[in-house]
């Protein structure tokens, strides 16, 4: 493809709302159009080659092709170690697809679902959709608190565990390699199912291996495309315990929902896959990635914040004489939106006050540059301010 267009209308604006406001509030990885147009156009160039569009849209690509799946698992296997059995994979439309139909499916009624007491806001939306109950869990520096775990199995007889194990969506915690040792024997004892969402760890420099590997026979693992490549991909591998639970919850016809994925998106991600294209796409945004976080610190590190340079959010503690919720109002109003930590906590458990802030959604780095400055204004200067 000769070509490549310059992005036009809302993608250019992709971080501002109609009025302007800059949307640090939203998580996505920054972009990287040198690289991803690039092979992105010819991926697709090639696709057309070997396959008509209609063929191609003609139907629902059900769990993935066979072509997928293989694809899918060695994708995972860059996290696992190994490429799982291909039964055992299923893709989906995205991660919020896969936790819509795992949720319902492991958990029955009477029995409960545990999460971090901060934790990615949809996951308690679609507890309460599908009846889920759920009870918290703490977590410290290291993630998930097990001795609050292992109370909470003897207590309320849960039958899954929902965590992100890298980069923990707030918090930005990374879950020690010790850490996840510890849960996956608890959850092994109480016999509870697993569900870890591994959306961020592609971009980490020192990625530690997932849960998922230690106890497979219990896992649920998630690795979605949205947080390495691209949001509007939409895509998500599962990797299940075995493949006849993979189809009991995922085959087509169990419940009526747009969890498969669709087959353009399916059909480009097995192509960079095979051809290693993700790995160069992920090298890319890991490096944009980087370069904001060195203007993160030159912009505001001077205050107290939590950060990884591999992790698109960043963590800014705040005190009782700032709320959260006070910071982030008077944030927008200068034209910065981010999110107070009280949107990832139950309505009966009040969170420490932070905000979380995601660095990768700015179209430019200049953009982004101006948000900081703006957010700066705002933050404490020190703990006794
Ligand atoms: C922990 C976590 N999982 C999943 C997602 C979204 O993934 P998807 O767009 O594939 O549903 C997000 C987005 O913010 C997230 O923070």
């Known amino acids: 493809m000769n070509k490549i267009h310059e992005p036009a209308g809302p993608m250019r604006d992709r971080c501002l709302d109609k009025d302007g406001l800059i949307r640090l509030n939203l998580n996505h990885p920054p972009p990287v159009p040198k690289t991803f147009d690039r092979i992105f156009a010819d991926a697709f160039e090639d696709l057309l ?21 293989s694809m899918g698992a060695e994708f995972a296997s860059r996290r696992l170690g190994a490429p799982p059995n291909i039964d055992r994979v299923v893709l989906t439309h995205s991660t919020q697809a896969a936790i819509q139909m795992i949720l319902p499916a492991l958990v029955p009624k009477g029995r409960h679902l545990v999460v971090e007491h901060m934790t990615y806001p949809p996951v308690r939306a679609f507890a309460q959709r599908y009846g889920v109950a759920i009870v918290d869990v703490p977590i410290d520096d290291n993630g998930v608190e097990p001795n609050s775990f292992e109370v909470v199995c003897r207590n309320s007889r849960p039958a899954a ?88 919850v995922f085959w087509p016809g169990v419940r009526a929902t747009y969890w498969m994925a669709t087959p353009i998106s399916a059909a480009l991600m097995s192509k960079f896959i095979r051809g290693g294209d993700d790995l160069e796409i992920l090298a890319a945004v890991k490096k944009e990635l980087g370069s904001r976080h060195e203007l993160l610190n030159e912009v505001v590190g001077d205050r107290h914040y939590v950060a990884n340079p591999g992790c ?21 109003a200068d034209g910065v939106q981010v999110a107070g930590s009280n949107s990832y906590a139950s309505p009966a458990f009040h969170p420490p006050e932070a905000i979380r802030v995601g660095i990768g959604n700015p179209e430019t780095p200049e953009l982004l540059e101006r948000a900081l400055k703006i957010i700066r204004k705002h933050l404490p200067s020190g703990w006794n301010d």
């Open 49 to 69: 080659q070997t396959i008509s569009p209609s063929s191609l849209v003609a139907t629902h690509r059900w769990s993935g092709t066979e072509e997928d799946r």
């Open 161 to 248: 565990i929902y965590l992100v194990t890298t980069f923990q969506n707030p918090t930005t915690i990374t879950m020690s390699m010790d850490r996840r040792i510890q849960i996956a024997e608890i959850a092994k004892r109480y016999d509870v199912q697993i569900i870890e969402d591994d959306v961020y760890s592609l971009l980490s420099s020192s990625p530690i291996k997932p849960i998922s590997a230690i106890v497979p026979e219990i896992s649920w693992y998630l690795l979605g495309t949205a947080k390495s490549f691209a949001a509007g991909l939409k895509l998500a591998f599962v990797v299940a315990p075995n493949p006849s639970e993979a189809f009991r």
């Open 312 to 332: 698109l959010h960043v963590w800014f503690p705040l005190t009782e004489k700032h709320p959260s919720e006070e910071v982030a109002i008077a944030m927008k």
